[in-house]
């Protein structure tokens, strides 16, 4: 009996495994469409971030502006345009959804990507391009 | 040796002596003279030439007609051709002249007999006809002189005189030598004429191989023999100091003689070589006293300079005693009868009329009875007319023409037969002169006759052999006797006083009228030649003129003439048709007659002359007028040379007014001499030394320095001298606060001081001292002052800080004193000076380098701010691997952001507006402590606040300066390789002085450092290539602007927030580090690679290369954007944050403008509103900033500085 029960918390524990490395098994289409939604996630994270200019790390000039982010001793800044910032995210989505058609796309998209969190290091915490690190591991699996 | 023998060597010796000193005057007399330049006119013929003065020469060409100008070094200048339609042949002309003092060439023309004037440009102006007949006409004139008053002197050697012509052409003299004691003339062969700088005129006389001496009036006064071997001279030129110079035409030799016509230089021969000649045609002389040489047949000028330049006195000569214009004429349609003061009085024999003709028309007197009025005088509201045919005087009354009574014909005793002239006298008298009975009857005025005088005969003095005419001379009657040619005198009473006699040199004349002037003169009028005669006292002619002819001016029959108060000579003419010809005559008055008695050395006539003059001086009191002054300075001659004449106010009254009308006219040589004799004369040698010292420096005239020399000398021996000291100024300028701890050894007060006594003085101390600024006073040392100088002393002063205090311009005044010597023999003199000091602020832009006075390292304030910068940045975990001199500096930089220090242009007196003030520009820089207290400034406060942050940390600092603007550089520690890993161009360093300086645009607080670094390199690259940018290297500056010290104050000083100041920091590294920005970028980039035309990627890398100063990149994307879409409102309001950027606010406000008529949007009008701003236009600015705040307050409200500066 006590056998029994080991056995049968084993195979529970076995099939919590399987189930877990269930999207690995997924077929390319579906591994595909999962990519493609997570850039679209991307770039509509990129912009709601759109005025978070600091990502740049060129602060100063927007010092000032509505919506402020770093308040400078300058209280005489000029105003960009509105529509003159592009979030890097959304930068990197259109990138990586160009990439995507090669073979090689996978090994390439995650080149990109560990530049860009090099580049861009307050990204690496970012939950979208976790997820899209995972899937970009897999995608490259035969 | 015995005494025979010291005899017999002493005379050897005084022998050998004596030949020595004739040898060296000798040889002394021999003058040095050396080629200066030559100049060849080739295909031209130069006939003649003069000199212009300052402005070189003209030479007259008679192969092209023109005048060619050339300047001193005989560089040929403009050539004019002379214009056709003025008749001038310029084969024609025999001279040219030079009328210095109208600015006319005046040319000798011997075919037409006249003189064509030409203005200086060379246009002909006019031609002054001058062929008279009679003694005037010209047979062959030859040589032209013209003095400053414009008379004409012209040497006639066809004639063998001279002739003289006013500058309207009327003929006044011919001068002649004397005639010798046989009664004949000798021989004068005139080739040359000059003027003489005392207005004698120097002739040529080939006949006595001399040099005639000749007065102004024509009088002959003496010869100059002149030494040498020459054939034929021609042409003279008269020098400053009367030496001569001529030409040898024949043998070509050029001869210069002195004042007594010993020859000093001889050169020339015949050649065409340098000082040979061909054809020596005129001589001129330079400013320089060189003489210029004209060869016609070479076409070359050559000029000489000598050992004693000759300097030519051009038309510089005393003005004459006379003078005389011709102002009008006028017909008269009747017989003429009387030209009276009042009118002109004529007769109509047809109708028995008698007219008066005035200024306000014309009256008519008529009886039956009148048949031939000859004579008439006015008086007493009635007019006298004599009447030849009824032999009576009719007196009508003027106003109303009626005839109030007649009388003188039919009574036995005074009756009237041929009355010539009508004279109304003192004591209601009438005086007639009957021609007839050669008698001068005198009347009442009602018509009762009194008595006569006068014997008919020509033996005894008072017999008057014919009366020709009558006028009142010097208060008795001067009857003309034209038969005997003498003016008798009478009295009053009819006593014969005296005859003038008219011992005319010319020989028989026909003198027909006389009248007197308003200064005394006898003027008479000779028919024969004709002429004017005026007489002096003495019955000499002094002057002259007159002649026949055809010229409006000329004569044909002269029959009378009258002089009037107001000096106008009216001549009646009676040709066909009767003329009056009006003169206007000036004859010397009173104090002129005086002179001219001085200088003759009669007493009599110079006081009776001067009576009136000394009179008025007696009365303790006179104007400075330029006739009283010339009365002063005869007064003094006449008191010299007669002893005595002057009482003692009479001579301190003249003093005064030669002293007033020397301090208006400083020039005046002849005042000044007077002034400085009358005070020798008065035992006050020192003040007629200073009056002479005082004489300006002229050129060729010695008399003050001769005087001068005479005075000094006398008082040297007479040991009476003694020191005299003066302050005569004491200027102290604007005094500038900044400045005051340079003033001791950069003294800026100039302290005047003289010793006005014969003495020298010991050398001696100068204080000043200014109670409110100084503590004590300054001394300066004042080295000793010789006799009779005057010294300008560069006076210390040593300020407290008192004088920073002052924040205004303030006046001030200062006690000044100049001491000499010590204990009894102590000299000394003090004054006070006001002075204004300037505001503690100013600066005087024209010693740029004194704005290191502002740069206060040491001031505790600036030492606190950037110890506690520096100190919360080494706090900071920052792994900085920079230069540490760039790292300090970027530091304080941010710490200047930090405290909310901004850029703050002062609308109304920025850097580049500086206020004119007087002679230098004044404008306001604040103290760093100031800047950081009041946490804004403009160009030159921040850059000398950033300055003493830099300096007080140590890192070596130059102020740059651009046209307009000033900012910093630092020096780099590690040189150039420090910086090579921030990816930055080289040219954003600049070298100075071997090292590598980081140039920081101090307004752009608040934008990164490296923008600022970027814009100042910027700004040095763009004016460096105009030589524009200027270094002030603070070190060197202090050697000679010394730091002032601030007074201590309570006010806080803001001190920089460790956290605001870490921020700030990490994104200023961020900044430098352009290699990670690009790595950043790098998404952008390969976005754009595919997609080349998406506009919002080229902006947004437009903007982030901008943020960081990239201008060229920034402004490359920004084009392409451009190009995708021309009229998009984000790509201009991009452009024009760029050209904001790049300090170019009017390219940013017109693309601000293109991008509101886009879309209209509250950023937009604040960015306009910050560019207008910036560029100094507040009204515009403030417009802009309101309509942002109508469009989005919540926006504006974001900018409470500018809510504050604009609304």
């Known amino acids: 009996m006590k056998t029994r029960i080991i056995v049968a918390v084993m195979m529970a524990l076995c099939l919590q495994v399987v189930a877990a490395e269930k999207p690995a098994i997924r077929p390319k289409s579906k591994q595909k469409a999962a990519l493609k939604t997570l850039l679209d996630s991307l770039k509509t994270k990129g912009k709601q971030t759109r005025k978070t200019r600091h990502i740049l790390s060129l602060p100063v000039a927007s010092a000032g502006a509505r919506g402020g982010e770093v308040r400078t001793a300058n209280r005489f800044a000029l105003l960009w345009p509105e529509g003159s910032h592009i979030s890097p995210l959304t930068a990197l989505s259109v990138n990586l959804e160009a990439a995507g058609g090669g073979s090689t796309a996978g090994a390439d998209m995650r080149t990109q990507l560990t530049d860009f969190v090099e580049v861009f290091p307050e990204f690496r915490k970012e939950p979208l391009l976790e997820d899209l690190n995972v899937l970009l591991t897999h995608l490259d699996r035969p | ?1207």
């Open chain 2, 1 to 1207: 040796m015995d005494t025979s023998a010291r005899n017999h060597t002493i005379t050897r010796l005084a022998m050998a002596a004596l030949a020595v000193f004739i040898l060296c005057r000798q040889s002394g007399a021999i003058e040095g003279f050396h080629f200066v330049a030559e100049q060849t006119l080739p295909g031209t013929t130069p006939l003649c030439m003069t000199a212009l003065g300052e402005k070189g020469l003209v030479v007259l060409d008679g192969q092209s007609n023109t005048l060619q100008f050339l300047d001193t070094d005989l560089v040929s200048g403009s050539r004019v051709t002379i214009d056709p339609t003025s008749g001038v042949e310029a084969r024609a002309i025999a001279a040219l002249a030079y009328d210095g003092q109208r600015g006319e060439i005046l040319a000798l023309d011997t075919k037409r007999r006249a003189v064509h004037v030409f203005t200086i440009k060379g246009d002909f102006h006019e031609t002054i006809a001058l062929n008279v007949s009679g003694p005037g006409k010209l047979d062959d004139p030859g040589y032209l002189a013209v003095d400053e008053n414009g008379i004409l002197y012209i040497a006639d050697p066809g004639d063998d005189d001279v002739k003289v012509f006013t500058r309207q052409g009327i003929y006044l003299v011919t001068m002649q030598k004397a005639l010798n004691r046989e009664g004949k003339r000798p021989d004068f062969k005139p080739t040359g004429v000059a003027l003489r700088p005392d207005g004698t005129l120097a002739v040529v006389d080939m006949a006595e191989r001399c040099i005639q001496i000749f007065t102004r009036d024509g009088t002959h006064r003496y010869r100059v023999r002149l030494e040498g071997d020459f054939s034929r001279l021609e042409h003279l030129v008269a020098g400053a100091n009367s030496e001569y110079i001529s030409l040898d035409t024949r043998r070509q030799r050029i001869y210069k003689w002195d004042h007594v016509g010993v020859l000093s230089t001889v050169f020339g021969t015949k050649g065409t070589g340098r000082g040979q000649f061909h054809s020596l045609a005129a001589i001129a002389t330079d400013n320089a006293g060189r003489a210029v040489i004209l060869d016609t047949k070479q076409s070359k000028l050559q000029t000489f300079g000598f050992d004693q330049p000759c300097r030519g006195i051009g038309s510089a000569t005393p003005p004459p005693y006379h003078h005389v214009r011709f102002a009008r004429e006028w017909r008269p349609n009747r017989t003429l009868v009387a030209m009276l003061p009042e009118g002109d009085l004529s007769f109509d024999s047809r109708e028995r009329r008698l007219y008066l003709r005035g200024s306000d028309g014309e009256q008519v007197f008529t009886d039956r009875r009148l048949r031939d009025v000859s004579a008439a005088c006015m008086c007493d509201g009635l007019i006298y007319a004599f009447d030849r045919g009824s032999h009576g005087v009719f007196a009508f009354r003027i106003d109303s023409g009626e005839l109030v009574y007649h009388f003188g014909a039919g009574r036995q005793e005074g009756n009237l037969d041929d009355v010539v002239r009508m004279l109304p006298g003192e004591a209601n008298t009438l005086f007639l002169a009957d021609q007839d009975d050669t008698r001068v009857k005198i009347f009442s005025r009602d018509g009762i006759f009194a008595t006569s005088f006068g014997v008919k005969g020509n033996e005894l003095d008072k017999e008057i052999s014919h009366l020709t005419d009558m006028t009142w001379y010097q208060g008795n009657l001067a009857v003309l006797d034209g038969a005997r040619e003498l003016v008798h005198i009478f009295d009053t009473g009819g006593r014969f006083l005296r005859n003038i006699p008219l011992p005319l040199p010319e020989g028989s004349v026909d003198l027909a009228a006389i009248d007197t002037d308003p200064n005394g003169f006898l003027v008479l009028l000779d028919r024969k030649r004709p002429r004017i005669l005026v007489l002096d006292h003495d019955g000499e002619v002094s002057y002259q003129f007159g002649s026949r002819g055809k010229r409006v001016f000329d004569w044909s029959r002269p029959t009378g003439l009258a002089v009037h108060d107001d000096g106008t000579l009216n001549l009646l003419d009676d040709a066909k048709p009767s003329r009056v010809l009006v003169y206007a005559l000036e004859t010397p008055g009173a104090v002129s007659q005086a002179a001219i008695a001085v200088d003759r050395d009669d007493r009599r006539t110079a006081m009776a002359r001067l009576g009136p003059f000394l009179a008025a001086l007696g009365t303790g009191s006179m104007d400075p007028t330029r006739e009283n002054a010339r009365g002063a300075v005869v007064a003094i001659k006449a008191d010299q040379k007669f002893r005595n004449i002057l009482s003692n106010l009479q001579r301190e009254v003249a003093q005064t007014v030669l002293g007033q009308w020397l301090h208006a006219h400083p020039g005046s040589v002849e005042a000044r001499m007077a002034l400085a004799q009358s005070l020798r004369k008065a035992k006050q040698v020192e003040e007629a030394v200073l009056v002479l010292q005082a004489a300006p420096q002229r050129q060729g005239d010695s008399r003050c320095a001769v005087l001068l020399a005479r005075y000094k000398s006398e008082l040297d021996n007479s040991g009476r001298a003694q020191s005299i000291v003066t302050i005569d100024s004491c200027d102290v300028p604007r005094l500038l606060p900044a400045l005051s701890q340079t003033y001791f050894d950069q003294p800026v007060i100039a302290l005047t001081v003289s010793n006005t006594g014969g003495r020298p003085t010991p050398p001696g101390v100068a204080t000043f001292f200014a109670k409110a600024v100084m503590d004590n006073p300054t001394e300066t040392p004042v080295p000793a002052l010789p006799p009779f100088s005057t010294q300008t002393i560069a006076c210390r002063a040593t300020f407290n800080r008192n004088i920073l205090t002052y924040v205004e311009t303030t006046r001030l005044s200062a006690h000044v004193q100049v001491k000499f010597g010590k204990g009894r023999n102590v000299v000394m003199a003090e004054s006070h000076a006001g002075f204004e000091l300037q505001g503690r602020n100013s600066i005087d832009w024209n010693q740029e380098d004194m704005v290191t006075c502002f740069v206060t390292t040491k001031d505790p304030d600036i030492q606190v701010f950037l110890r506690r910068a520096l100190s919360a940045a080494e706090e900071q975990t920052i792994q900085a691997d920079l230069d540490p001199y760039l790292y300090k500096a970027l530091t304080l930089f941010d710490a200047m952001q930090s405290i909310d220090l901004y850029y703050m242009p002062d609308p109304t007196q920025p850097f580049n507006y500086s206020r004119l003030s007087g002679d230098g520009l004044i404008d306001y820089v604040q103290y760093p402590r100031e800047t950081l207290v009041r946490q804004s400034g403009d160009c030159d406060d921040l850059a000398v606040l950033y300055a003493s942050l830099l300096e007080g940390a140590g890192i070596p600092t130059v102020l740059v300066t651009s046209p307009g603007h000033i900012f910093v550089a630092f020096m780099l520690k590690n040189g150039r390789q420090s910086v090579d890993a921030l990816g930055l161009k080289q040219d954003h360093l600049v070298e100075y002085n071997g090292n590598v300086y980081v140039p920081v645009e101090t307004t752009l607080l608040g934008n990164p450092f490296v923008t600022a670094w970027r814009v100042a390199a910027d700004t040095i690259l763009k004016h460096r290539a105009n030589d524009k940018i200027g270094f002030i290297d603070l070190r060197e500056a202090w050697q000679h602007y010394k730091t002032v010290s601030l007074p201590p104050h309570d006010q806080e000083v803001p001190i920089p927030a460790r956290s605001v100041l870490g921020l700030l920091l990490r994104r200023e590294l961020d900044a430098l580090n352009l290699k990670q920005i690009e790595k950043r970028l790098a998404v952008y980039k390969r976005w754009l690679e595919r997609e080349p035309d998406n506009q919002s990627l080229l902006i947004l890398l437009a903007r982030s290369y901008g943020e960081v100063g990239v201008f060229d990149l920034a402004q490359e994307y920004a084009d392409r954007a451009m190009a995708v879409s021309p009229t998009n409102q984000t790509v201009y309001q991009v452009l024009g944050n760029l050209a904001f950027m790049q300090n170019d606010y009017a390219g940013a406000s017109d693309w601000f403008l293109k991008a509101d008529a886009i879309s209209h949007t509250a950023a937009i009008q604040i960015n306009l509103a910050l560019t207008y701003l910036k560029d100094g236009k507040l009204v515009p600015a403030r417009k802009a900033f309101a309509e942002a705040k109508r469009l989005d307050p919540a926006l504006v409200s974001g900018y409470p500085e500018l809510i504050q500066l604009l609304e």
